[in-house]
């Protein structure tokens, strides 16, 4: 009988990596949402507030979504009014500050250190080259998009997302009050980011797959309707 043939196995490489498949985190995964080597915890700015809409500090996060409940249910059940609450709070807060103030006279204590706060011109001047920069950078998209430049740029561009969820909140602001609708905002960034997280590969396949279809479309309707539209020479600039 002839014996059986011995298993032969393959010789590492010279560089000690393996030839198989690469993992899963190497593969190009298509569409991303937020960008192939970001995630949703940078996205959110990667600070305490990320932190907090994360859930990685559990104790903060659950005081969030616990004193928006409270104020909810205060305002919208219990139908306590806002100027009364604010001006019930602040009188409590300045009593409870001057009471205590004159007892560290009584018990030798030293008073309650209040800090002072106040904005400084850094901060000041700061918001307002961060406005003018955003607001420079809408005018140049607004001209680019009415000298009949690509369209898919406007639709991608920040101002109209922030248009377009304006108006869904302008639409669901006529469901509901206000409160209401900023109570559910903080629900919603509590619980939408995690879940994203977890299923952020099924989210990302079904938005790839959505922003083909509608890339088809677009490119159907530029075919049919705007590359039929009679468009004057863009006038450029003359430097001198």
Request: glycine fraction near 6%; hydrophobic fraction near 50%; charged fraction near 20%.
């Amino acid at each position: 009988m002839a014996e059986p043939a011995e298993k032969t196995t393959a010789a590492p490489p010279a560089d000690g990596v393996s030839e198989e498949a690469p993992p899963a985190t190497a593969t190009a995964r298509g569409f991303r949402f937020l960008g192939e080597d970001k995630s949703v915890h940078k996205a959110l700015g990667g600070g305490k507030t990320a932190d907090v809409l994360m859930w990685k500090d559990k104790k903060m996060s659950a005081a969030v979504i616990g004193g928006a409940t409270v104020i909810w249910v205060l305002f919208e059940v219990v139908e306590y009014n806002f100027l009364p609450l604010v001006s019930h709070v602040l009188i409590g807060t300045l009593a409870i500050v001057f009471l205590w103030s004159k007892a560290t006279i009584f018990i030798k204590k030293s008073p309650p250190d209040i800090p002072e706060v106040q904005i400084s011109e850094d901060l000041a001047v700061n918001i307002v080259q961060a406005l003018r920069t955003d607001i420079n950078q809408a005018l140049g998209l607004l001209r680019e998009i009415a000298l009949g430049h690509d369209l898919m740029k406007f639709l991608g561009c920040p101002m109209f997302q922030l248009m377009v969820a304006l108006w869904v909140l302008s639409e669901i602001g006529s469901l509901c009050d206000f409160l209401t609708l900023v109570y559910v905002a903080a629900l919603m960034l509590h619980t939408v980011p995690i879940l994203y997280h977890k299923y952020q590969d099924k989210v990302d396949d079904f938005a790839g797959k959505a922003h083909v279809e509608l890339r088809k479309l677009y490119e159907a309707f530029n075919a049919k309707v705007l590359s039929k539209i009679p468009r004057g020479p863009a006038r450029d600039k003359k430097h001198e």
